[in-house]
């Protein structure tokens, strides 16, 4: 007993000279001269010295951003206008880490509350139908230090896609109101409840327009994530343009459709191709419900490739992962079937074998009539 004590007493005044040392790399100094020192061990409950306003935090890619500056003991201020949409947010931090303040975008007050005692400002909202957002300046005039904004790859002026014409112009107003503001230009991004492979696994019929051979280069959605959270601790790296983040490979939207139907193992669609003066038709009238639907100009961006540039993912120091059959199952495997022969002419050379000799195995009669039995005696005790 003596023993333990002491081995915990040795334990106990380690630590306390550890966390009374600092090391170089415990000090950041942000682009306005104001040092951050961590703090505690790193990880989960260490405090890095940063606090983080994320607006757009309860999207796709906010998610992550917020997951991931969390687990380095980040304090992220979160902005929500839907009670609902931000409560797995909350458990993704330490106590007190994740802190969400209601907020209304016409509201200046509520907008300053939320940056006022914030470093870094990362802004996320963007749809693919219209929104608003908040103004730039007030980031500048709360003493924020440093501005993340993240556009598109085809973000252009000229684009005959509106969508793509406003990340520009956004780019453009940024830099306007705060000079040394980051801005980044991932593609479409992939991964769990995703936008692009669970889309072609549910419409395959809208990504055969064009003839299927339109050009895309998704990215990963943590890659991205990651990006931002290694400019947050680390600082923008020095150049004065965009930072592109376009994925590793590019595909045909009919490769991507094969590709998808050999992973889930579904029947190939045998809808025809859409003309584009339907599909732009067919968008319009469906903007007539509440919900959000396929869009005219989303049609539009079915026939534009995207930007053949190179990647920036060296100054970030992040190898962007790469779509293939191994990685994509992971999210597409809810959408299997089983026991369907597919032509030869489809891609299994990226499908592993194991993936596609899996069929779906119903439960013994035995373990049903257990389970229901089980189900009945509950109901009856509660």
């Not at 333990?4 to 950041?28: E, P, W």
């Not at 904004?149 to 453009?172: C, D, M």
Request: hydrophobic share 40%; net charge positive.
């Amino acid at each position: 007993m003596l023993l333990v004590t002491q081995s915990r007493l040795l334990r106990l005044n380690a630590s306390i000279l550890r966390r009374g040392q600092r090391a170089y790399h415990d000090l950041y100094i942000n682009p306005k001269g104001q040092p951050i020192v961590s703090q505690g061990t790193p990880g989960y409950s260490g405090v890095s010295g940063h606090v983080v306003t994320v607006f757009g935090a309860t999207g796709f890619l906010g998610r992550y951003v917020v997951q991931k500056l969390a687990r380095i003991g980040t304090q992220v201020v979160i902005p929500y206008r839907d009670e609902d949409e931000k409560r797995h947010l909350k458990l993704m931090g330490d106590l007190g880490q994740i802190v969400n303040l209601d907020w209304d975008i016409r509201d200046e007050a509520q907008i300053a509350e939320c940056l006022r005692h914030s470093d870094t400002v990362i802004n996320l909202v963007g749809r693919d139908y219209e929104t608003k957002n908040f103004t730039y300046e007030d980031a500048s005039e709360n003493g924020v230090a440093s501005l993340i904004h993240v556009s598109h790859l085809n973000a252009s002026k000229s684009s005959p896609s509106r969508f793509y014409r406003t990340k520009a112009e956004g780019e453009e107003r940024v830099k306007a109101a705060f000079p040394s503001a980051t801005i980044l230009r991932p593609s479409t991004y992939f991964g769990y409840e995703d936008k692009l492979l669970n889309n072609i696994a549910i419409w395959p019929i809208w990504w055969k327009l064009n003839q299927g051979q339109t050009t895309m280069r998704p990215v990963h959605v943590f890659d991205v994530a990651q990006a931002i959270v290694n400019i947050t601790r680390q600082g923008p790296p020095p150049v004065e343009r965009p930072l592109n983040l376009p994925g590793p490979a590019t595909y045909t939207h009919d490769w991507l459709l094969k590709m998808v139907e050999a992973v889930t193992l579904v029947t190939p669609s045998k809808a025809p191709e859409i003309p584009k003066r339907l599909a732009m038709l067919l968008g319009k009238i469906s903007q007539a419900v509440w919900w959000p639907t396929l869009t005219p100009d989303e049609v539009e961006r079915r026939f534009i490739n995207d930007l053949d540039v190179n990647g920036d993912w060296d100054l970030l120091g992040i190898p962007p992962k790469e779509l293939d059959a191994d990685l994509a199952i992971t999210y597409l495997r809810r959408y299997r079937s089983s026991y369907v022969r597919l032509p030869l002419s489809y891609p299994y050379s990226k499908v592993p074998r194991a993936n596609l000799s899996r069929p779906v195995r119903l439960p013994a009669k035995e373990d049903l009539f257990v389970s229901f039995t089980l189900f009945f005696i509950c109901s009856i005790l509660y």
